[in-house]
Protein backbone atom coordinates (compact mmCIF):
# COMPACT_ATOMS: atom_id res chain seq x y z
CA UNK A 1 0.00 0.00 0.00
CA UNK A 2 1.03 3.14 -0.99
CA UNK A 3 2.02 6.02 1.76
CA UNK A 4 -0.79 8.12 2.41
CA UNK A 5 -0.51 11.62 1.67
CA UNK A 6 0.32 13.70 5.13
CA UNK A 7 -2.21 16.66 6.15
CA UNK A 8 -2.13 19.16 9.34
CA UNK A 9 -5.44 19.85 10.81
CA UNK A 10 -6.19 22.40 13.44
CA UNK A 11 -8.11 20.71 16.69
CA UNK A 12 -9.70 23.24 18.42
CA UNK A 13 -11.52 20.73 20.53
CA UNK A 14 -15.28 21.60 19.41
CA UNK A 15 -17.51 19.95 17.27
CA UNK A 16 -16.56 20.91 13.82
CA UNK A 17 -13.25 20.40 13.91
CA UNK A 18 -13.74 17.34 15.27
CA UNK A 19 -15.68 16.30 12.29
CA UNK A 20 -13.53 17.82 9.58
CA UNK A 21 -10.74 15.32 11.48
CA UNK A 22 -12.27 13.17 11.06
CA UNK A 23 -13.26 13.24 7.68
CA UNK A 24 -9.34 14.44 7.33
CA UNK A 25 -8.32 11.00 8.85
CA UNK A 26 -9.91 8.48 5.88
CA UNK A 27 -7.79 9.23 4.12
CA UNK A 28 -4.76 11.01 5.47
CA UNK A 29 -1.76 10.46 7.38
CA UNK A 30 -2.52 13.51 10.11
CA UNK A 31 -1.26 15.95 12.33
CA UNK A 32 -3.04 17.66 14.55
CA UNK A 33 -2.43 21.34 16.23
CA UNK A 34 -3.69 23.41 18.75
CA UNK A 35 -3.70 26.72 19.82
CA UNK A 36 -4.06 28.37 23.52
CA UNK A 37 -4.13 32.09 23.81
CA UNK A 38 -5.50 32.49 27.25
CA UNK A 39 -9.30 32.14 26.20
CA UNK A 40 -11.56 31.70 28.92
CA UNK A 41 -11.89 27.90 27.78
CA UNK A 42 -8.28 27.28 27.10
CA UNK A 43 -7.70 24.30 29.95
CA UNK A 44 -11.47 22.57 28.97
CA UNK A 45 -10.30 23.01 25.00
CA UNK A 46 -6.65 21.19 25.95
CA UNK A 47 -7.90 18.51 27.46
CA UNK A 48 -10.28 17.95 24.32
CA UNK A 49 -7.75 18.20 21.57
CA UNK A 50 -5.54 15.62 24.06
CA UNK A 51 -8.41 13.21 24.11
CA UNK A 52 -9.14 13.46 20.11
CA UNK A 53 -5.84 12.95 19.45
CA UNK A 54 -5.73 9.74 21.91
CA UNK A 55 -8.90 9.00 19.49
CA UNK A 56 -8.30 9.04 16.49
CA UNK A 57 -4.21 7.49 17.17
CA UNK A 58 -2.22 10.44 15.93
CA UNK A 59 1.16 10.62 17.01
CA UNK A 60 2.34 13.86 15.59
CA UNK A 61 0.76 16.92 17.79
CA UNK A 62 1.98 20.71 17.86
CA UNK A 63 0.60 22.41 20.75
CA UNK A 64 1.01 26.41 19.89
CA UNK A 65 1.06 29.30 22.26
CA UNK A 66 -0.82 32.63 20.88
CA UNK A 67 -0.41 34.36 24.18
CA UNK A 68 -0.35 37.95 22.94
CA UNK A 69 -3.95 37.54 21.56
CA UNK A 70 -4.46 38.36 25.25
CA UNK A 71 -2.40 41.36 25.22
CA UNK A 72 -3.85 42.45 21.91
CA UNK A 73 -7.15 42.06 23.35
CA UNK A 74 -10.25 43.36 21.32
CA UNK A 75 -12.91 40.24 22.17
CA UNK A 76 -14.64 39.07 24.78
CA UNK A 77 -13.43 35.89 24.59
CA UNK A 78 -9.97 36.95 25.75
CA UNK A 79 -10.74 40.38 27.62
CA UNK A 80 -12.08 38.93 31.20
CA UNK A 81 -13.65 42.83 31.01
CA UNK A 82 -16.25 41.69 28.26
CA UNK A 83 -19.17 39.54 28.45
CA UNK A 84 -19.55 36.54 25.94
CA UNK A 85 -22.89 37.42 24.25
CA UNK A 86 -25.97 35.09 24.74
CA UNK A 87 -29.19 33.72 23.18
CA UNK A 88 -27.50 33.04 19.54
CA UNK A 89 -25.90 35.52 17.41
CA UNK A 90 -27.56 38.44 16.23
CA UNK A 91 -26.74 40.60 12.69
CA UNK A 92 -23.44 41.60 12.31
CA UNK A 93 -19.66 40.57 13.82
CA UNK A 94 -20.22 39.45 17.45
CA UNK A 95 -17.65 40.44 20.40
CA UNK A 96 -16.29 37.34 20.37
CA UNK A 97 -14.31 37.52 16.91
CA UNK A 98 -10.38 37.62 18.07
CA UNK A 99 -8.75 39.89 15.43
CA UNK A 100 -7.26 37.95 12.58
CA UNK A 101 -7.08 35.25 14.82
CA UNK A 102 -7.36 31.99 12.31
CA UNK A 103 -4.76 34.07 9.71
CA UNK A 104 -2.22 33.32 13.05
CA UNK A 105 -3.54 29.72 13.63
CA UNK A 106 -3.17 28.72 9.63
CA UNK A 107 -0.08 30.06 9.30
CA UNK A 108 1.51 28.34 11.99
CA UNK A 109 0.00 25.11 10.54
CA UNK A 110 1.45 25.90 7.04
CA UNK A 111 4.67 26.48 8.41
CA UNK A 112 4.40 22.82 9.55
CA UNK A 113 2.98 21.63 6.92
CA UNK A 114 5.24 22.91 4.94
CA UNK A 115 8.31 21.31 7.18
CA UNK A 116 6.54 18.01 7.41
CA UNK A 117 5.75 17.92 3.11
CA UNK A 118 2.35 18.02 3.81
CA UNK A 119 -0.13 19.28 1.02
CA UNK A 120 -3.50 20.57 2.72
CA UNK A 121 -4.07 22.17 6.13
CA UNK A 122 -7.97 21.17 7.01
CA UNK A 123 -9.71 24.01 9.12
CA UNK A 124 -13.64 23.38 10.45
CA UNK A 125 -14.53 26.79 9.39
CA UNK A 126 -18.64 27.31 9.05
CA UNK A 127 -19.70 29.99 6.56
CA UNK A 128 -23.61 29.08 6.67
CA UNK A 129 -25.12 28.94 9.73
CA UNK A 130 -22.30 30.40 11.88
CA UNK A 131 -21.30 33.62 13.84
CA UNK A 132 -20.23 36.00 10.81
CA UNK A 133 -16.64 36.05 11.45
CA UNK A 134 -14.80 37.23 8.58
CA UNK A 135 -11.98 34.49 8.64
CA UNK A 136 -14.49 31.66 8.27
CA UNK A 137 -15.93 32.74 4.63
CA UNK A 138 -14.13 30.41 2.38
CA UNK A 139 -13.31 34.15 0.38
CA UNK A 140 -11.12 34.12 2.93
CA UNK A 141 -9.39 30.69 2.38
CA UNK A 142 -9.41 31.31 -1.12
CA UNK A 143 -7.17 34.54 -0.41
CA UNK A 144 -4.97 32.36 2.11
CA UNK A 145 -4.26 30.00 -0.56
CA UNK A 146 -2.94 32.49 -3.12
CA UNK A 147 -0.69 33.98 0.04
CA UNK A 148 0.90 30.58 0.98
CA UNK A 149 1.57 30.17 -2.77
CA UNK A 150 3.39 33.48 -2.66
CA UNK A 151 5.29 33.20 0.92
CA UNK A 152 6.84 29.65 0.65
CA UNK A 153 9.20 27.26 -1.77
CA UNK A 154 8.67 26.81 -5.32
CA UNK A 155 7.71 23.18 -4.21
CA UNK A 156 5.21 23.86 -1.71
CA UNK A 157 1.68 23.58 -2.38
CA UNK A 158 -0.45 23.33 0.50
CA UNK A 159 -3.99 23.85 0.09
CA UNK A 160 -6.54 25.13 2.94
CA UNK A 161 -9.18 22.56 3.17
CA UNK A 162 -12.34 23.11 4.86
CA UNK A 163 -15.06 20.15 4.00
CA UNK A 164 -17.89 21.76 6.52
CA UNK A 165 -17.44 25.05 5.34
CA UNK A 166 -21.10 25.06 3.32
CA UNK A 167 -22.61 22.66 5.75
CA UNK A 168 -25.31 23.33 7.81
CA UNK A 169 -24.27 22.43 12.38
CA UNK A 170 -27.12 20.04 11.80
CA UNK A 171 -25.94 18.21 8.55
CA UNK A 172 -22.44 18.76 10.34
CA UNK A 173 -23.28 16.71 13.23
CA UNK A 174 -25.49 13.67 11.33
CA UNK A 175 -22.00 13.68 9.33
CA UNK A 176 -20.51 13.56 12.30
CA UNK A 177 -22.83 10.56 13.67
CA UNK A 178 -22.49 8.58 10.56
CA UNK A 179 -18.66 8.80 10.89
CA UNK A 180 -18.44 7.86 14.62
CA UNK A 181 -17.00 10.76 15.78
CA UNK A 182 -16.95 10.77 19.66
CA UNK A 183 -18.74 13.94 19.98
CA UNK A 184 -18.69 13.39 24.00
CA UNK A 185 -15.29 14.65 23.85
CA UNK A 186 -15.86 17.37 22.27
CA UNK A 187 -16.82 21.62 23.96
CA UNK A 188 -18.73 24.22 22.51
CA UNK A 189 -19.10 26.75 25.42
CA UNK A 190 -17.39 29.69 26.08
CA UNK A 191 -17.64 29.62 29.91
CA UNK A 192 -14.93 27.74 31.68
CA UNK A 193 -17.19 25.61 34.18
CA UNK A 194 -18.19 21.86 34.72
CA UNK A 195 -20.95 21.75 32.68
CA UNK A 196 -21.71 24.10 29.82
CA UNK A 197 -24.03 26.68 30.15
CA UNK A 198 -26.62 25.92 27.53
CA UNK A 199 -27.46 29.81 26.51
CA UNK A 200 -24.16 31.46 24.87
CA UNK A 201 -24.06 31.99 21.53
CA UNK A 202 -22.09 28.86 20.95
CA UNK A 203 -24.10 26.11 23.08
CA UNK A 204 -27.46 27.94 21.50
CA UNK A 205 -25.98 27.03 18.02
CA UNK A 206 -24.40 23.37 19.13
CA UNK A 207 -28.06 22.11 20.98
CA UNK A 208 -30.25 23.84 18.02
CA UNK A 209 -27.83 21.34 15.50
CA UNK A 210 -28.21 18.76 17.88
CA UNK A 211 -32.16 18.89 18.42
CA UNK A 212 -32.52 19.43 15.05
CA UNK A 213 -30.28 16.41 13.47
CA UNK A 214 -32.64 14.73 16.07
CA UNK A 215 -30.18 13.15 18.62
CA UNK A 216 -29.47 13.96 21.97
CA UNK A 217 -26.47 15.66 22.71
CA UNK A 218 -23.60 13.87 24.82
CA UNK A 219 -22.71 16.93 27.32
CA UNK A 220 -23.92 17.47 30.22
CA UNK A 221 -25.63 20.92 30.43
CA UNK A 222 -26.44 23.04 33.46
CA UNK B 1 -2.42 69.46 15.20
CA UNK B 2 -4.74 66.56 14.08
CA UNK B 3 -3.16 62.78 15.60
CA UNK B 4 -0.87 61.26 13.89
CA UNK B 5 -2.35 57.80 11.98
CA UNK B 6 -0.70 54.36 14.05
CA UNK B 7 0.85 52.05 12.49
CA UNK B 8 2.37 49.26 13.75
CA UNK B 9 5.99 48.22 12.73
CA UNK B 10 8.20 44.80 12.86
CA UNK B 11 11.25 45.01 14.56
CA UNK B 12 13.90 42.41 14.86
CA UNK B 13 16.58 44.41 15.21
CA UNK B 14 18.31 44.32 12.61
CA UNK B 15 19.53 47.07 10.61
CA UNK B 16 16.46 46.77 7.88
CA UNK B 17 13.74 46.96 9.93
CA UNK B 18 15.81 49.86 12.03
CA UNK B 19 15.88 51.75 8.56
CA UNK B 20 11.87 50.91 8.30
CA UNK B 21 11.15 51.89 11.82
CA UNK B 22 12.87 55.22 11.48
CA UNK B 23 10.86 55.76 8.13
CA UNK B 24 7.60 54.77 10.00
CA UNK B 25 7.81 57.44 12.75
CA UNK B 26 8.38 60.49 10.64
CA UNK B 27 4.60 60.26 10.43
CA UNK B 28 3.08 57.81 12.57
CA UNK B 29 2.46 57.28 15.82
CA UNK B 30 4.11 53.93 16.05
CA UNK B 31 4.02 50.67 17.61
CA UNK B 32 7.07 47.86 17.49
CA UNK B 33 6.03 44.24 17.72
CA UNK B 34 9.26 41.55 17.98
CA UNK B 35 9.27 38.37 18.14
CA UNK B 36 11.28 35.63 19.76
CA UNK B 37 10.84 32.06 18.27
CA UNK B 38 14.07 30.63 19.88
CA UNK B 39 16.42 31.25 17.47
CA UNK B 40 20.09 30.85 17.96
CA UNK B 41 20.33 34.96 18.20
CA UNK B 42 17.34 35.39 20.14
CA UNK B 43 18.72 37.27 23.49
CA UNK B 44 20.63 39.86 21.49
CA UNK B 45 17.97 40.25 19.34
CA UNK B 46 15.76 41.35 21.88
CA UNK B 47 18.05 43.52 23.48
CA UNK B 48 18.52 45.39 20.45
CA UNK B 49 14.55 44.88 20.01
CA UNK B 50 14.60 47.03 23.76
CA UNK B 51 16.92 49.63 22.79
CA UNK B 52 15.48 50.70 19.09
CA UNK B 53 12.32 51.03 21.24
CA UNK B 54 13.85 53.40 23.84
CA UNK B 55 15.46 55.35 21.30
CA UNK B 56 12.14 55.89 19.36
CA UNK B 57 10.40 56.72 22.30
CA UNK B 58 7.91 54.03 21.89
CA UNK B 59 5.21 53.00 24.83
CA UNK B 60 3.14 50.57 22.49
CA UNK B 61 5.32 47.36 22.64
CA UNK B 62 4.33 43.96 21.94
CA UNK B 63 6.59 40.78 22.49
CA UNK B 64 5.01 37.19 20.82
CA UNK B 65 6.32 34.41 21.47
CA UNK B 66 6.71 31.59 18.11
CA UNK B 67 8.13 28.77 20.01
CA UNK B 68 6.61 25.83 17.78
CA UNK B 69 8.67 27.47 15.41
CA UNK B 70 12.09 25.53 17.23
CA UNK B 71 9.63 22.45 17.34
CA UNK B 72 8.39 22.51 13.46
CA UNK B 73 11.81 23.12 13.05
CA UNK B 74 13.43 23.09 8.81
CA UNK B 75 15.95 25.96 8.79
CA UNK B 76 19.72 26.55 10.58
CA UNK B 77 17.75 29.34 12.63
CA UNK B 78 16.09 27.07 15.10
CA UNK B 79 17.60 23.97 14.32
CA UNK B 80 21.11 23.89 16.00
CA UNK B 81 22.03 20.80 14.49
CA UNK B 82 22.51 22.74 11.02
CA UNK B 83 25.16 25.08 10.45
CA UNK B 84 24.04 28.30 9.55
CA UNK B 85 25.63 29.03 5.80
CA UNK B 86 28.55 31.18 5.52
CA UNK B 87 30.30 32.88 2.84
CA UNK B 88 27.55 35.22 1.37
CA UNK B 89 24.67 33.50 -0.33
CA UNK B 90 24.40 30.86 -3.07
CA UNK B 91 21.61 30.73 -5.39
CA UNK B 92 18.38 29.06 -4.33
CA UNK B 93 16.34 29.30 -1.13
CA UNK B 94 19.02 28.73 1.96
CA UNK B 95 19.34 26.67 4.87
CA UNK B 96 18.25 29.83 7.16
CA UNK B 97 14.35 30.15 5.44
CA UNK B 98 12.04 29.68 8.35
CA UNK B 99 9.17 28.45 7.00
CA UNK B 100 6.19 30.66 6.47
CA UNK B 101 7.68 33.15 9.33
CA UNK B 102 6.61 36.28 7.93
CA UNK B 103 3.12 35.15 7.69
CA UNK B 104 3.31 34.28 11.14
CA UNK B 105 4.86 37.24 12.36
CA UNK B 106 2.68 39.76 10.14
CA UNK B 107 -0.91 37.97 10.99
CA UNK B 108 0.49 38.75 14.70
CA UNK B 109 1.26 42.43 13.77
CA UNK B 110 -2.38 42.89 11.75
CA UNK B 111 -4.27 41.62 14.94
CA UNK B 112 -2.74 43.79 16.94
CA UNK B 113 -3.03 46.81 14.09
CA UNK B 114 -6.84 45.60 13.76
CA UNK B 115 -7.13 45.97 17.83
CA UNK B 116 -5.50 49.28 17.31
CA UNK B 117 -7.01 51.12 14.62
CA UNK B 118 -3.74 51.03 12.80
CA UNK B 119 -3.52 51.34 9.07
CA UNK B 120 -0.61 50.12 8.34
CA UNK B 121 1.90 47.36 9.05
CA UNK B 122 5.56 47.89 8.45
CA UNK B 123 7.74 45.84 7.70
CA UNK B 124 11.75 45.91 7.00
CA UNK B 125 12.31 42.89 4.01
CA UNK B 126 14.50 43.37 1.59
CA UNK B 127 13.88 41.78 -1.97
CA UNK B 128 16.78 43.11 -4.11
CA UNK B 129 20.12 41.88 -2.93
CA UNK B 130 18.64 39.76 -0.29
CA UNK B 131 18.60 36.10 0.78
CA UNK B 132 15.90 34.71 -1.90
CA UNK B 133 13.19 34.09 0.90
CA UNK B 134 10.11 33.44 -0.69
CA UNK B 135 8.31 35.47 1.70
CA UNK B 136 10.71 38.82 1.57
CA UNK B 137 9.33 39.87 -2.04
CA UNK B 138 6.48 42.46 -3.00
CA UNK B 139 4.55 39.53 -4.63
CA UNK B 140 3.56 37.68 -1.22
CA UNK B 141 2.78 41.31 0.56
CA UNK B 142 0.30 42.29 -2.11
CA UNK B 143 -1.00 38.88 -1.60
CA UNK B 144 -1.15 38.77 2.38
CA UNK B 145 -2.55 42.34 1.63
CA UNK B 146 -5.53 40.57 -0.71
CA UNK B 147 -6.02 38.26 2.54
CA UNK B 148 -5.99 40.78 5.03
CA UNK B 149 -9.05 42.54 3.15
CA UNK B 150 -10.78 39.33 3.39
CA UNK B 151 -10.21 38.15 6.48
CA UNK B 152 -10.44 41.08 9.10
CA UNK B 153 -13.91 43.59 10.14
CA UNK B 154 -15.06 45.51 7.01
CA UNK B 155 -14.20 48.34 7.86
CA UNK B 156 -10.58 47.45 8.75
CA UNK B 157 -8.17 48.25 6.09
CA UNK B 158 -4.56 47.39 6.68
CA UNK B 159 -1.85 47.77 3.87
CA UNK B 160 1.46 46.03 4.71
CA UNK B 161 4.22 48.55 4.01
CA UNK B 162 7.33 47.83 2.34
CA UNK B 163 9.77 51.10 2.58
CA UNK B 164 12.80 49.46 1.71
CA UNK B 165 11.68 46.31 -0.09
CA UNK B 166 13.60 47.48 -3.58
CA UNK B 167 16.67 49.26 -2.34
CA UNK B 168 20.18 47.26 -1.89
CA UNK B 169 21.58 46.90 1.83
CA UNK B 170 24.03 49.65 0.68
CA UNK B 171 21.34 52.65 0.21
CA UNK B 172 19.64 51.44 3.17
CA UNK B 173 22.88 52.30 5.14
CA UNK B 174 22.53 55.35 3.36
CA UNK B 175 19.27 56.12 3.82
CA UNK B 176 19.39 55.44 7.51
CA UNK B 177 22.28 57.42 7.82
CA UNK B 178 20.17 60.15 6.60
CA UNK B 179 17.71 59.50 9.12
CA UNK B 180 20.21 59.14 12.40
CA UNK B 181 18.94 56.13 12.45
CA UNK B 182 21.20 54.27 16.05
CA UNK B 183 22.88 51.20 13.68
CA UNK B 184 25.01 50.67 16.89
CA UNK B 185 22.16 49.39 18.50
CA UNK B 186 21.27 47.36 16.00
CA UNK B 187 22.39 42.82 15.04
CA UNK B 188 22.94 41.14 12.13
CA UNK B 189 25.24 38.18 12.61
CA UNK B 190 23.48 34.78 12.72
CA UNK B 191 25.97 33.70 15.76
CA UNK B 192 25.44 34.38 19.58
CA UNK B 193 28.61 36.11 20.54
CA UNK B 194 29.63 38.76 22.27
CA UNK B 195 31.59 40.51 18.82
CA UNK B 196 29.49 39.60 14.81
CA UNK B 197 31.56 36.50 13.49
CA UNK B 198 31.94 38.59 9.98
CA UNK B 199 31.81 35.55 7.75
CA UNK B 200 27.81 33.95 8.60
CA UNK B 201 25.90 35.28 5.24
CA UNK B 202 23.83 38.06 7.53
CA UNK B 203 27.72 39.60 8.34
CA UNK B 204 28.74 39.64 4.68
CA UNK B 205 25.51 41.23 3.50
CA UNK B 206 26.24 43.65 6.25
CA UNK B 207 29.67 44.36 5.58
CA UNK B 208 29.34 44.73 1.97
CA UNK B 209 26.67 47.07 2.51
CA UNK B 210 28.42 49.57 4.68
CA UNK B 211 31.94 49.39 3.01
CA UNK B 212 29.68 49.99 -0.44
CA UNK B 213 28.18 52.99 1.14
CA UNK B 214 31.63 54.15 2.41
CA UNK B 215 31.52 54.48 5.72
CA UNK B 216 32.35 52.16 9.04
CA UNK B 217 30.31 49.51 10.72
CA UNK B 218 29.83 50.38 14.39
CA UNK B 219 29.67 47.08 15.18
CA UNK B 220 32.26 45.13 16.78
CA UNK B 221 34.18 42.15 15.03
CA UNK B 222 35.43 38.97 16.21
Redesign the interface.
Known sequence: MPARDRAVVLVSGGMDSCVTAAIAARDHDVAFVHAGYGQRTERKERACFTALADHFGVERR????????R????SSLTDPALAVPHGGPGPG?PST????????LL??A???A??LGARGVFIGAVEEDSSGY??C?R??F???E?????????ETRVRVVTPVIQMTKSSIVALGLELGVPFHLTWSCYQDEERACGTCDSCVLRRRAFSQAGVPDPLPYR
Not at 62 to 69: F, P, W
Open positions: LLIRLDHLEIGGIYVPFRNAQSAVSWEAPDRAFDAFAMIDQGTRP
